[in-house]
């Protein structure tokens, strides 16, 4: 799955921009990334939401276990790869019926956060349970939110494209021809939302979180820790 973001959504994250200038290499479009994905897989489909927001996603060579799927309701957007544990019981507490999946539960978590504030953010991915990454963005609100599970089995990765759009993607790859040293693996076990601009740990919404400038061996242009303890996504390849 693949989503880009432009500069009126989101920000580019400052660690990324700064990975970016201490390495310069080559970068691509946000275009002409979304352009190699969907040449990459005939079954590919994407939806450009606005002027500002473009998704993409495809089952080609999914797992069976941590499938991808895709939604939308009420103008939120949602992709999401992998599998929760205690759907069952989530689809109770939300009201939904029993054929609700996933990533149509994610948005009515999503929609909980949105029309109960203050509901604490954190609350929308600390009951999940199981092997999971998202990607929601509200086109109603212009709100952008991620996040990713704490065992990283299901990775997820963002960057910086030529044009200052930010990428997320689950496929390393993709982005690494396409950001250059402004990458990084998205930190387990953690959360990020344009509300308030951050990147939170959904276990420990307080502890703060740092971004190191990576080695010049490393693919990466940095690595993320919550309070000096490593939260890194497994690279698959």
Request: hydrophobic share 40%.
């Given at each position: 799955?693949?989503?880009?973001f432009?500069?009126?959504?989101v920000?580019?994250?400052?660690?990324?921009?700064a990975?970016?200038?201490?390495t310069?290499?080559?970068?691509?479009?946000?275009?002409?990334?979304?352009?190699?994905?969907l040449g990459?897989?005939?079954?590919?489909?994407?939806?450009q939401i606005g002027?500002?927001?473009?998704?993409a996603?495809?089952?080609?060579?999914?797992?069976?276990?941590?499938p991808?799927?895709?939604?939308?309701?009420?103008e939120i957007?949602?992709?999401f790869?992998?599998a929760l544990?205690n759907?069952?019981?989530?689809k109770?507490?939300?009201?939904?019926g029993?054929?609700?999946?996933e990533?149509?539960?994610?948005?009515?978590?999503?929609?909980?956060?949105r029309?109960?504030?203050?509901y604490?953010?954190n609350?929308v991915v600390?009951?999940l349970?199981?092997?999971?990454?998202?990607?929601?963005?509200d086109?109603?609100?212009?709100?952008?939110?991620?996040?990713?599970?704490q065992?990283?089995?299901?990775?997820?990765?963002?960057?910086?494209?030529?044009?200052?759009?930010?990428?997320i993607a689950?496929?390393?790859?993709?982005?690494?021809?396409?950001?250059?040293k402004?990458l990084?693996?998205?930190?387990q076990g953690?959360?990020?939302?344009?509300d308030?601009?951050?990147?939170?740990?959904?276990?420990?919404?307080?502890?703060?979180?740092?971004?190191?400038p990576?080695?010049?061996?490393?693919?990466?242009?940095?690595?993320?820790?919550v309070e000096?303890v490593?939260?890194?996504?497994?690279?698959t390849?």
């Amino acid at each position: 799955m693949l989503a880009v973001f432009s500069s009126s959504i989101v920000s580019p994250p400052d660690e990324l921009v700064a990975a970016g200038s201490r390495t310069p290499s080559p970068k691509i479009t946000s275009t002409a990334l979304m352009k190699r994905f969907l040449g990459s897989d005939a079954s590919a489909v994407s939806m450009q939401i606005g002027d500002d927001a473009q998704i993409a996603y495809t089952h080609h060579n999914q797992s069976v276990f941590r499938p991808r799927s895709f939604a939308v309701k009420d103008e939120i957007f949602c992709l999401f790869e992998g599998a929760l544990d205690n759907l069952g019981s989530l689809k109770q507490q939300y009201g939904l019926g029993k054929s609700a999946n996933e990533v149509v539960l994610v948005i009515e978590a999503y929609k909980t956060l949105r029309d109960r504030a203050p509901y604490p953010p954190n609350h929308v991915v600390s009951h999940l349970d199981g092997n999971f990454a998202f990607i929601v963005f509200d086109k109603s609100t212009s709100t952008l939110f991620v996040a990713a599970d704490q065992s990283g089995k299901v990775p997820l990765y963002w960057g910086i494209t030529a044009d200052g759009y930010v990428a997320i993607a689950n496929d390393s790859d993709l982005l690494k021809g396409a950001c250059g040293k402004s990458l990084a693996s998205f930190p387990q076990g953690c959360f990020f939302s344009t509300d308030n601009g951050e990147l939170r740990s959904y276990e420990n919404p307080k502890n703060k979180i740092t971004a190191v400038p990576a080695t010049e061996e490393e693919i990466w242009g940095a690595k993320y820790m919550v309070e000096g303890v490593p939260v890194l996504a497994a690279v698959t390849k």
